[in-house]
């Protein structure tokens, strides 16, 4: 008796398990949303050129985000950006403040089957049913920037394209932790009295964030 009680339990704790690792999920599946935030840490490139062109430096953005799903997929929409920067250039240093927005387009690799399981971002190390949701990801951003340069202070304004790819590890059936991995350029010009300084400058950012799929389900 007891033992038909212990393979009973086995056999419907291993049913469960099964089912709760094949959840059906409509995360980036058309008409969908995802809503996030995000925290952005770059490196400048060591490069040569103009004397205002930052040499090295470190460079902290938060930006939240919303994409809309206008094909399985496939997502659209605007990203908002708050950076700062700390540069050195020869043998000065200066600081920025940027604002920045503009549109983004994202594309999800999607489950043939269209079933994610459902799991924690570590799951895939010790279960290979784990789903990451990798994506490719394109922004293009107006920015309008405040800096400091010794005592004074400064406006610029300029634009960045950023080209990148990640995982969005699914958690439940609506959380992600989404990471992202990219290259970007950005051009920005001040004046400087009657004379315009245009500046350019390459990094490798790394993001990192947290968000939530946003859709309905049967029912609701």
């Known amino acids: 008796m007891f033992r038909t009680v212990c393979l009973t339990l086995l056999a419907l704790a291993l049913v469960s398990g099964a089912a709760s690792a094949q959840i059906t999920s409509k995360a980036t599946m058309a008409k969908g ?31 939240p985000r919303v994409l809309h799903f206008i094909a399985d997929g496939l997502g659209v929409g605007a990203d908002l950006g708050l950076d700062w920067t700390s540069n050195k250039s020869g043998s000065y240093t200066y600081s920025t403040t940027d604002l920045a927005f503009g549109p983004r387009v994202a594309f999800y690799a999607r489950n043939a089957t269209k079933h994610y399981p459902s799991a924690c971002c570590l799951a895939p190390l010790i279960d290979r049913d784990g789903w990451w949701l990798p994506f490719v990801g394109l922004t293009l951003q107006y920015v309008s920037r405040v800096w400091t340069y010794g005592e004074s202070d400064n406006t610029a304004s300029g ?34 009295g009657e004379i315009e300084v245009t500046s350019k400058s390459s990094t490798i950012y790394l993001e990192i964030g947290f968000g939530a799929f946003l859709f309905r389900t049967p029912g609701t």
Not at 172 to 184: A, H, I, N
């Open 33 to 63: 949303w995802l809503v996030s935030g995000h925290g952005n840490f770059y490196y400048h490139l060591p490069q040569d050129g103009e004397s205002d062109s930052p040499s090295s430096g470190l460079e902290v953005c938060i930006s």
């Open 159 to 192: 634009f960045r394209g950023r080209l990148g790819v990640g995982v969005s590890p699914l958690i439940g059936t609506r959380g992600t932790m989404p990471v992202e991995l990219g290259f970007q350029l950005k051009s920005m010009t001040s004046s400087e």
